[in-house]
């Protein structure tokens, strides 16, 4: 079992930053695939980034890619967000999830762990 929790979550005016984080509470928690998803007001929640359970590999929604930055420290049991350029769109709960395994999925039902979520405002 592996409980998450989110924070960094804020309102921040368009163009700026912010760094989100998730914690772990296993002490497996290299082991496992963890991606950043995000849900609108009124909208699916959709994958943003993933990063592979040692950091070398990453990927990214076309919507973050080049403006955020997916990063971990298996030592700290921590996934980091950094996100830059903020646009209003980016508006959003912003939650991590963890899987076992390889594979940096970006389907929802693949994830077996969800934190519960940070607020991000973007304001324009």
């Known amino acids: 079992q592996v409980q998450l929790v989110e924070s960094g979550g804020s309102l921040v005016q368009a163009g700026g930053s912010l760094a989100l984080s998730c914690v772990a509470s296993s002490g497996t928690f290299s082991s496992y695939v963890v991606s950043w998803f995000r849900q609108a007001p009124g909208k699916e929640r959709e994958f943003v980034a993933a990063?592979?359970?040692?950091?070398?590999?990453?990927h990214y929604a076309d919507s973050a890619a080049g403006r955020f930055t997916i990063s971990r420290d298996n030592a700290k049991n921590t996934v980091l967000l950094q996100m830059s350029s903020l646009k209003p769109e980016d508006t959003a709960v912003y939650y991590c999830?963890?899987?076992?395994?390889?594979?940096?999925?970006?389907?929802?039902?693949?994830?077996?762990?969800w934190g519960q979520g940070t607020q991000v405002t973007v304001s324009s």
């Open positions: 999830a963890a899987r076992a395994g390889w594979e940096m999925n970006r389907k929802i039902s693949d994830y077996d762990y």
């Open positions: 990063v592979s359970w040692n950091g070398v590999h990453s």
